[in-house]
């Protein structure tokens, strides 16, 4: 069974990383913003299937 509480780390860490870098809302996302979104959901995935494997 996959560790909740270290999935909700996961999770945290996600919204934590993937918050755009302009602190104003209305400001267009950015190549950048976009790039550290998809890196940040990645590196959470693997971990998340990387959980899985190892209760196999």
Avoid: F, W
Avoid at 6 to 28: C, I, M, T, V
Avoid at 29 to 56: F, G, M, P
Wanted: aromatic share 2%; glycine share 2%.
């Amino acid at each position: 069974m996959v560790d909740v509480s270290k999935a909700r780390e996961l999770l945290h860490e996600l919204q934590y990383r993937s918050n755009p870098a302009s602190a104003n809302g209305s400001d267009p996302c950015t190549i950048s913003d976009l790039k550290k979104v998809i890196q940040a959901t990645s590196n959470v995935l693997e971990a998340l299937i990387s959980a899985v494997e190892n209760d196999s």
